[in-house]
């Protein structure tokens, strides 16, 4: 029995549910050989609650969260996410299905940045908003404050993020994730090489999308964060190595 | 099965245990939308080559599909077969019009296509100067594409190229100007201001950005982004730079010897390659 297995006396508050997921990558250019990031795992994730993954380096930790993002393509199995009422399976949906979850369901903070060449970190955070609709005005204002919080200075607002430093690149990120409450986030470490007071305004980040209903599936490799914001923790194991016998 | 019952279906596709509070209620709309671009089984041969085989594929309104693949992939043939500037040998290809009807782009009129080619179609060359009239001004090229729609207010199309000059930041002053005294990357914004002034409904767009520096390239691509978006625009756009691909287009379609080989979501395709050919592409990246 896995310990992220949820108990039936709280079935009503599931909003995800990835049952029998594989993930095995073969590398046609490298002689077809196999590697089995994880198999058959099964996860429940509720409303409100936080589940860190946890394992060595190289267990699949980001890989899973890659593929319940739909970015990596699972080899089995279902990845079933509450999607405005509706169960949408991340694993088989199709690309505008999967594009629609993730415009308003779910959502994804890595440690990088992909950066939009000239876009101003202004705005790469407030573009989450008015995607939904929210005015130009009070998107700006609403960025504002959080790069604020994520003590960005305010003579960098204006700037295009390329040629900020990898820590202020990652607070850009972080405001750009949790600007919008989505019902699910997935967040790749998301404290990694942030100083003591910006990792504790994502603690408290954190702390604020789960009081809200948010379910929370995280990658925190700062023991103390871990510990801080994780309700539950999901143990991955490193799959070995097969080289493909064809 | 409707379309709509089909995407149901498809959403439900799970034997996984899923709590009953979860209801059908609705299936995304996306997915019931009808598609505006319906390729069936084409194929084209030059002679006794092979241009591209059995294709199948569907754009959807809004929506932005990149097709990637190396120099003599197809891609260029599929693009050209798509903006109806051929017929293909086999196969058809099917435009849903402003009116919604369903036409096969290859059996209209005339007239039809001319009025599709003005109103409802853009179509952006490498080569801006493929789709510039090089001796015409730069407000006459923005107000040649608004006479063909139909303007006839001289006050207004000029307005109007002010305007969309300012879009694709080109300053005003130099509307009067002719193309060829502008720089590369000026005639290109050039070319997408002409093309997008008719307000069409889907662009047909050849390595838009491939001509150009560096430094060009990364502000019209945030140009074609912002256009695209602001626009609702629906996009089938050629290239072989693979971060563009991951840019601005939202599903990708990878190429080889006039074969799909591998389609899917943009990051799915680029991150996590199925096909032997797609993971030799996106691993030949010289990473800057």
Known sequence: MNIAHISSAMPDKRVLSVRGLCKTFTLHTQGGTRIEAFSDLDVDVREGECLALHGPSGAGKSTLLRSLYANYKPCAGSIVVNHKGTRVDMATASPRAVLAVRHSTMGYVSQFLRVIPRVSCLDIVAERLTAHGEAEQSAREKAKEMLARLHIPERLWRLAPATFSGGEQQRVNIARGFIRRYPVMLLDEPTASLDAANRKTVVALIEEAKAAGAAIVGIFHDEAVRDAVADRVYELFPQEVAPCAA | ?288
């Open chain 2, 1 to 288: 099965m409707t379309a709509a019952q089909a995407a149901t279906q498809r959403a439900f596709a799970t034997d996984a245990p899923i709590p009953m509070h979860i209801l059908p209620v609705d299936v995304d709309a996306l997915d019931a939308e009808p598609a505006l671009l319906s390729v069936r089984g084409v194929s084209h041969y030059y002679g006794e080559r092979m241009g591209c085989r059995d294709i199948n594929l569907e754009l959807w309104p809004g929506e932005v599909l990149g097709i990637v693949g190396e120099s003599g992939s197809g891609k260029s043939t599929l693009l050209n077969l798509l903006a109806g500037r051929f017929p293909p040998s086999v196969g058809s290809i099917l435009y849903r019009d402003g009116e919604g009807v369903l036409r096969d782009i290859n059996r209209l009129s005339e007239a039809v296509r001319r009025r599709l080619l003005r109103t409802e179609w853009g179509f952006v060359h490498q080569n801006p100067r493929d789709g510039l009239r090089m001796r015409v001004s730069a407000g006459g090229n923005i107000g040649e594409r608004l006479m063909a729609c139909g303007s006839r207010h001289y006050g207004n199309i000029r307005g109007t190229a002010l305007d969309w000059l300012s879009r694709v930041e080109i300053a005003a002053d130099r509307v009067d100007d002719r193309p060829t005294s502008y720089s590369g990357g000026m005639q290109q914004r050039l070319q997408i201001a002409r093309n997008l002034v008719s307000a069409p409904r889907l662009v047909f767009m050849d390595e838009p950005t491939g001509g150009l520096d560096v430094s060009v390239q990364a502000k019209l691509l945030d140009l074609l982004r912002q256009l695209v978006r602001q626009l609702g625009l629906s996009v089938v756009l050629v290239t072989h730079d693979l971060a563009v691909a991951r840019l601005l287009a939202h599903r990708l379609i990878v190429m080889r010897r006039g074969e799909i080989v591998e389609t899917g979501l943009s990051d799915q395709v680029l991150d996590d390659p199925q096909h032997a050919y797609t993971q030799l592409l996106v691993s030949s990246i010289l990473q800057g």
